[in-house]
């Protein structure tokens, strides 16, 4: 940098010599209380059944999600979020509304086991549908979609389930029009007006998702999920069903997926600064550097923790990861 003469030479790399100072003016900081911990559970005993595209998860059997609960909080880790797969499919999810199905018993197991770990539970009908797609299907429209409205009064009955289970937050995720409103009334109707709604608010259609479909057994039988979740190519249009979200009384805010989506982070929450607001660093971002790691090709906790804090430097508050116990490990 050249002198003019007049004012002295502005030098940053001042703030950057002693490792204390950068510390000090350092702007964005990763917590492992920030993170939000994905858990896959299924029925049966003893059962540890790897992911393979997901290295260091497993669909776990409801009999080991005790232990599984107690690691994670000796870890410092404060939340998790639970997908089940269910024993049986069918045409309306019907499993996933039943007070002994997959979740609610998973909720119990958690909750007994260490009762001061957050539990969310992800409301959806992809596990639980034989066709694989987030709601019920007709084909009223002219071709087979998703049925929005009959949908809506399925996934309260979802969320009442896991809010007599003893869900602590309810996180619908199926992208259907009015249900954060749909849901928020069930609840409130129901007693659980003190159960808060995290909305999966601007959801994308990603191929982001393909790790997480073999883990939870979820991929649709026919079409995609395009006539409900967003165009990857839209950002304007998420601030829309944000805005809608947060009209219907949704109480925390997500943006799913991350990474390639820091653009909508940054903007939601210059939106809405006083909404909490997450993101999803979903499966798809955890197996790329995963892969690329064990190739040799990367460093895994260097990347991991850039990647993290580039998603709260956006704007998120929290994040749902994968990464959570490697972060809580690597920080200890
Ligand atoms: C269910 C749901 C999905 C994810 C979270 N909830 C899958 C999907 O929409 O197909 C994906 C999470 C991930 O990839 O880690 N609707």
Redesign the pocket.
């Known amino acids: 940098m050249s002198d003019s003469g007049i004012f002295p030479t502005v030098r940053l790399r001042r703030l950057r010599q002693h490792p204390v100072l950068r510390e000090m003016v350092r702007e964005t900081e990763l917590s492992v209380r920030d993170l939000i911990l994905?858990l896959f559970v299924r029925t049966g005993s003893n059962i540890r059944q790897p992911i393979s595209s997901m290295p260091g998860h497993a669909q776990l059997s409801l009999d080991l999600l005790a232990e599984e609960a107690r690691e994670v909080a000796a870890l410092g880790i404060p939340a998790v979020i639970l997908?089940g797969i269910p024993d049986q499919k069918d045409a309306t999810g019907s499993g996933a509304c039943r007070d002994d199905g997959i979740i609610p018993r998973a909720v119990q197991a958690v909750k007994q086991a260490v009762p001061e770990l957050l539990v969310m539970t992800?409301v959806?009908?992809?596990?639980y549908t034989d066709h694989g797609h987030?709601g019920v299907v007709s084909d009223r429209t002219g071709r087979p979609d998703v049925d929005n409205d009959a949908t809506l009064k399925l996934l309260v009955d979802q969320s009442l389930a896991h809010a007599r289970a003893g869900a602590d937050v309810i996180a619908p995720?199926?992208?259907m029009d009015g249900f954060v409103g749909a849901v928020r009334q069930g609840l409130d109707a129901a007693g659980f007006e003190h159960i808060p709604i995290l909305s999966?608010a601007a959801?994308y259609?990603?191929g982001?998702?393909?790790?997480?479909?073999e883990?939870?057994e979820?991929?649709?039988q026919f079409g995609d999920?395009a006539s409900y979740?967003m165009d990857p190519a839209n950002a304007d249009q998420a601030l829309r069903e944000v805005a809608l979200d947060v009209a219907e009384g949704a109480d925390i805010l997500m943006v799913?997926?991350a990474l390639s989506y820091l653009d909508v982070i940054y903007r939601v929450k210059q939106a809405h600064p006083g909404v909490p607001l997450a993101a999803?660093?979903?499966?798809?971002?955890?197996a790329m550097v995963k892969a690329a790691a064990a190739n040799g090709w990367i460093d895994e906790r260097r990347v991991t923790l850039e990647i993290l804090t580039s998603i709260k430097r956006a704007g998120a508050d929290m994040i749902?990861t994968?990464s959570a116990k490697d972060v809580a490990r690597w920080v200890k």
Request: with cysteine; net charge positive.
């Open positions: 994905p997908f992800d959806c009908f992809c596990e987030c995720s199926g992208m999966y959801k259609s990603s982001f998702y393909g790790p997480f479909r883990a939870a979820s991929a649709p999920r979740q799913k997926p999803y660093n979903v499966s798809g971002e955890y749902l994968y």
